[in-house]
Antibody, heavy 120, light 106 residues
């Protein structure tokens, strides 16, 4: 079954850390570019970060640069997001997603999301 | 960063109506423009990629057009299952989403 499954969300205090994981199945994970996208409650979609298939290209949104780190383990079909120095505005559902290129880049597969709540 | 501005932010329409949602980029993004549909509590779903390419399985009442900085998503005849929020996305320079257009039943 083709799917992405996130885990690791939860309640964390401001300034705290959390590590999200995403496992891909039914896909050629090691060939795929992957991305993290978040959605604050009642708000729109926000790009966070992407990582190329061999981890040679990595990019972050300005809002998380220096605080979040994306990584992957292709042997484990796993994508990670290490989140440090968390703030209230980081509260959101975090989606793991696959990027595909066909004339342009787009997201064709999303996980179900994991909720991160930053609150004291 | 490239900013994406959708209009309108919300829209009320009836079943059978023709609906047009627009998306404007702050600079030219070539053809790197995609559209997603999201229903409450659900994961976003890709509708159209590269301005006008319909994803397999998406009904043909959905279409996209545009170039440079101005793009549109058209739903030719609204169906009950189309009431949702729609997002445009540019992937010319990393990735940016529009703020969303909420399509509601009139």
């Amino acid at each position: 079954q083709v799917q992405l499954v996130e885990s690791g969300g939860g309640l964390v205090k401001p300034g705290g850390s959390l590590r999200l994981s995403c496992i891909g199945s039914g896909i050629d994970f090691s060939d795929d570019y992957m991305t993290w996208i978040r959605q604050a409650p009642g708000k729109g979609l926000e790009y966070i970060s992407y990582i190329s298939s061999a981890s040679t290209n990595i990019n972050y949104a300005e809002s998380v640069k220096g605080r979040f780190t994306i990584s992957r383990d292709n042997a484990e079909n796993s994508l990670y997001l290490q989140m440090n120095s968390l703030r209230g505005e980081d509260t959101a559902v975090y989606y793991c997603a696959r990027m595909v290129h066909d004339n342009c880049w787009f997201v064709d597969l999303w996980g179900q999301g994991t909720l991160v709540t930053v609150s004291s | 960063d490239i900013q994406m501005t959708q209009s309108p932010s919300s829209l009320s329409a009836s079943v059978g109506d023709r609906v047009i949602i627009t998306c404007r980029a702050s600079q030219s993004i070539n053809n790197y423009l995609n559209w997603y549909q999201q229903k409450p509590g659900k994961v976003p779903k890709l509708l159209i990629y590269s301005v006008s390419s319909l994803k397999s399985g998406v009904p043909s009442r959905f279409s996209g057009s545009g170039s440079g900085t101005d793009f549109t998503l058209t739903i030719s005849s609204l169906q009950p299952e189309d009431f949702a929020t729609y997002y445009c996305q540019q992937t010319y320079r990393t990735m940016t989403f529009g703020q969303g257009t909420r399509l509601e039943i009139k």
